[in-house]
């Protein structure tokens, strides 16, 4: 039997579309156009995997496939590649250890750690970067923290655990901070394991329900540049999850290019002194879940 | 009457709240007393939902003989330009229906509304409103001839590309209309004559509206031009002139871009103009940029141009300058790989794919067994394309020990690689089996290379103990064809592992004769609906009564993917009765069902085709009107030219709405 030769096989825009809407509906990210290019040139040899000799067969096999999340997930890490950097957004920064922790600390007793959650945490950045400024902190005596950082993409959350980071991860580092806690490996640098068994990593859909359950009781949400690619409707989707997966008085803390406008209105917005960020206000305590 | 300055004048609606007044239009209809006072008074409303639901309801009030009348009314509010808004959108809803009217008042309403008709006949945008249209070109009000020359710009034609022409050559002196014209032209794609552009060109205000025109000439005489624009020290020449040029090279095709290649170099501070355009805002801009970069072909422009592109998502231009450049680029790509994100680094290893060749293979080799998986995966992928057998144990290795997804990759470079050395692939290989160490990924290379010499390494496979090795030794034997004997697939066919049954079926498609068919008709009993749908679309090979009786049935089921396998296997067999199969099929839930049984409508008699095809045009499911737009097309088919513009209209999806027009087209060109 001749093997169909799939190397200049063409993406339709209507396969495009359709492959871009299961998508959607799996993990919320809505793909713009100028990604068929790539999805096309990093889907074909997934063609010959599925026994799929177009694009369309391709789409139908997914879409009736019993586990089309696996093949889902598949796509999702070839197209996505968000790399992050340490110690981003510096002033939001300030402002966490700053004012949100001391205010999260005030009469907190020291068996209830403080919880932080990382979601879509890419190659780990953002949790290690929490993990560094938090061991600085003076914290008072006996209280402790926890930090989850969640991901869709395994790969992303393989760089993450193995916590070894090239140049490119610290274009806004203080060279203090690569001194204490990182060493030379090479061409990379390792993160030392005083801060990395300080975070822990897990494979999230932010879409999916029944993996959320696992989350609960949060006091801080970092979700920086990752709702820029969810659609309006999955925005929402996603802060009603936080909503419910955070304490009241939590905090939430987006990308500077984001906002809950015309998103959400069930979270407050605080004016701290080093940045603006949102709150789920503290009489939310026994209030019924939004819609 | 008249609702002109009150927003809510004679509704009983008035004096309630936002509330009341919206369920009153939900309620409204022809029926109801005042309707179309009610009617006008919502579409004014300060509250965007009652406008909203408003706008709906104008589609039940169709059949009210003075509803245009009402609407064309409306749009002479002075004080309310959201009832202005509301009726023009309400009119254009309409369609066909408003034309004769909005028509009739054309030349005699006042200037305001005049150029509101004007606007909302461009929406429409039918044959009658075009004509209503040209007619008005000879409009004394320069405001409103504007209008209509940007309005006849919406709706195209070649009548009206001969019109905005013919009005550009004789009235050369009027700036305004030549803008608008120019304008105009440009959005129907019209192809003017070079020279003619070229005229307009030296006159300041117009330049800008002839590049894009000179970019759709299709003529290589307007090169030196649009690269003098491509290159000029003002910025704002330089971004009208780019996406033209980019234009022309894409219709004139690559045979002219050595010319091109000249013409840039010949041009001072060529490169520094275009790469100062790679970060112009525009994509479309940058992209041009790009492209001609390319075309301009110097290597050590390579890893800026792939930075830019990774950065704004520019891939495929990206590629396609590097594909210019040549594979003077990849030691430079490979140079600078280091320095740049994850992101970049994915692309630079694309491009060395694209152009590169085996002086990369050692540096690809490091990044394949390097810890990240995403540029390993990527240089797997070169490898694929680029490395001889010195790669050979390395990928196996990594296909041993590897993640999942890059245990792929290392298989799918195996291949590759196997295209080129078959015999020093399939060797290792298969000296890997005999030594005990079975991976399903051998199995795939095997089936992927494809010696006669293999096929009992096969063949033994489909008994392993692993189920992983059973599925990929039977997929190798689909690869093999009917090499392997019947007998061994068949007997996979009871295989306790789902997947390894459907693979088995599908793998049945190689083989005929009456044991093969027994053995099939078994499978689409199957528990398995894969299996069942491989084994339909096996039948569809074999063919023959009893296979043709089962597809039948097969075609009645619910689940979706048997429907589409027996549907498939049908349309090659065409039996007798096929048609009732695809009445039944056409009306299933599933949109993709229907969109196949379209697909096989198609094929049979034009009558019956034309009918199923036509109900496609309705369907909820933009994928299945856009087949049945493109089917239309395709095969020349005749529908009621009036239920195509009727669909036009009311479709949303633009993928769509571009087939409807083709259709549209086709039916209007041969009436």
């Known amino acids: ?291 | 009457m008249s609702v002109q300055g009150d927003n809510h004048a004679g509704s009983a609606a008035d004096l309630a709240g936002e509330e009341t007044r919206h369920a009153c239009v939900l309620a409204l209809t022809v029926a109801t007393p005042n309707a179309l006072v009610t009617l006008l008074s919502s579409l004014g409303d300060t509250s965007w939902r009652v406008r909203k639901a408003a706008l709906n309801a104008v589609e039940r009030l169709r059949a009210e003989p003075t509803l245009v009348h009402a609407l064309i009314d409306g749009l002479g509010s002075h004080d309310n330009a959201g009832l202005r808004n509301a009726c023009a959108e309400a009119l254009a809803q309409l369609g066909e229906i408003a034309v004769p009217e909005l028509s009739a008042v054309l030349r005699t309403i006042d200037l305001d509304q005049r150029k509101f008709i004007v606007e909302v006949l461009g929406l429409i945008g039918t044959r009658s409103a075009r004509q209503s249209l040209l007619g008005a070109l000879d409009e004394t009000d320069s405001n409103v001839r504007a209008a209509v020359v940007d309005a006849l710009g919406q709706i195209g034609g070649p009548e009206v590309v001969h019109e905005l022409t013919a009005r550009l050559a004789s009235q050369p002196e009027d700036l305004q209309l030549a803008v608008y014209v120019l304008d105009a032209l440009a959005r129907v794609q019209a192809r003017l004559p070079v020279a003619q552009l070229l005229g307009w060109l030296n006159q300041r205000q117009l330049a800008r509206f002839v590049y894009p025109l000179l970019g759709l000439s299709q003529d290589k005489a307007a090169f030196a031009a649009l690269v003098s624009g491509a290159t000029a020290s003002s910025r704002g020449t330089r971004r009208m002139a780019l996406p033209a040029l980019k234009r022309l090279i894409g219709e004139l095709g690559p045979v002219y871009e050595a010319e091109l290649s000249q013409l840039l170099r010949a041009q001072a501070a060529t490169r520094e103009a275009l790469l100062e355009c790679c970060q112009e805002d525009d994509d479309h801009v940058a992209e041009a940029a790009v492209l001609l970069l390319g075309i301009l072909g110097d290597v050590r422009d390579a890893a800026a141009v792939l930075q830019v592109c990774a950065s704004r998502g520019l891939l495929q231009a990206g590629m396609r300058a590097i594909a210019h450049m040549g594979s003077g680029t990849v030691a430079l790509l490979l140079a600078a790989l280091e320095a740049v994100d994850t992101q970049t680094q994915l692309l630079f290893l694309d491009a060395i794919e694209a152009v590169g060749d085996a002086g990369a293979v050692p540096e690809l080799l490091k990044l394949a067994t390097s810890g990240n998986p995403y540029t390993a995966g990527a240089a797997m992928r070169a490898l694929g394309r680029l490395a001889g057998p010195e790669s050979i144990a390395l990928l196996m290795n990594v296909a041993r020990r590897a993640e999942p997804e890059l245990v792929r990759q290392a298989v799918f470079a195996l291949d590759g690689i196997g295209v080129r050395h078959a015999e020093a692939v399939a060797h290792a290989v298969r000296r890997a089996i005999e030594a005990g160490d079975v991976e399903p990924a051998w199995l795939a290379v095997l089936g992927s290379v494809g010696r006669p010499e293999d096929v009992d390494v096969v063949i033994g496979a489909c008994r392993h103990l692993d189920y992983a090795v059973r599925v990929a030794a039977v997929e190798a034997a689909q690869a093999f064809g009917s090499r392997v004997p019947e007998s061994c697939v068949i007997a996979s066919l009871a295989d306790g592992e789902a997947r390894v049954r459907a693979a088995a079926a599908r793998a049945l498609s190689a083989y005929r004769g009456d044991v093969v068919l027994a053995a099939l008709l078994e499978a689409v009993h199957d528990s398995d609906p894969w299996v069942v749908a491989e084994a339909a679309r096996a039948l569809g090979a074999v063919g023959g009564r009893r296979a043709t009786q089962a597809l039948q049935l097969a075609a009645n089921s619910s689940v979706a993917p048997i429907v589409i396998a027996a549907l498939q296997s049908l349309s090659r067999l065409e039996p007798q009765g096929l048609v009732a199969t695809l009445r039944k099929s056409l009306r299933h839930a599933d949109p993709e069902v229907v969109r196949e049984a379209l697909g096989v409508a198609a094929r049979l008699d034009a009558g019956f085709a034309s009918e199923a095809l036509t109900e496609g045009l309705q369907h909820r499911s933009w994928d299945v009107r856009l087949a049945a737009a493109s089917l239309l097309v395709a095969n020349g088919l005749r529908v009621p030219l009036g239920m195509v513009e009727g669909s036009l209209a009311r479709e949303a999806e633009p993928l769509v709405r571009e087939k409807l027009e083709r259709l549209r087209d086709m039916l209007g060109a041969s009436t």
């Open chain 1, 1 to 291: 039997m001749t093997k169909v030769d799939k190397s200049t096989l063409e993406m339709s825009d209507e396969e495009f579309l359709l492959i871009r809407d299961l998508i959607f509906e799996h993990c919320g990210i809505f793909m713009p156009e100028n990604v068929k290019f790539l999805l096309e040139r990093r889907l074909r040899p997934r063609l010959d995997v599925l026994s799929a000799n177009t694009f369309r067969e391709y789409y139908r096999t997914v879409k009736y496939a019993r586990d089309r999340s696996h093949e889902l997930d598949e796509i999702v890490e070839l197209v996505t590649t968000n790399e992050t950097y340490f110690f981003r957004e510096q002033h939001q920064l300030a402002a966490f250890t700053k004012e949100i922790i001391p205010s999260l600390l005030a009469g907190r007793s020291p068996r209830d750690p403080i919880r932080i959650w990382s979601a879509g945490c890419s190659s780990g950045e953002e949790p290690y970067t929490l993990a560094m400024l938090l061991t600085e902190l003076p914290l008072p005596g006996g209280m402790s923290f926890e930090i989850f950082g969640s991901d869709i993409s395994r790969k992303v959350l393989r760089l993450a655990r193995a916590g070894s980071y090239r140049d490119s991860s610290f274009r806004d580092t203080d060279p203090s901070y690569v001194q204490r806690f990182f060493t030379r490996d090479g061409r990379n640098f390792q993160l030392v394991d005083e801060i990395r068994n300080k975070v822990t990593f897990g494979l999230l859909n932010l879409m999916d329900d029944a993996a959320l359950a696992l989350v609960a009781n949060v006091d801080v949400v970092f979700c920086r540049n990752v709702m820029i690619y969810f659609s309006k409707a999955s925005r929402a989707r996603l802060l009603t999850s936080f909503y419910r997966k955070m304490r009241a008085g939590g905090y939430l803390l987006l990308g500077h290019a984001e906002s809950l406008v015309n998103v959400s209105t069930d979270f407050e917005i605080v004016a701290l002194k080093n940045d603006i960020v949102y709150r789920k206000p503290a009489s939310a305590r026994g209030r019924p879940y939004p819609a």
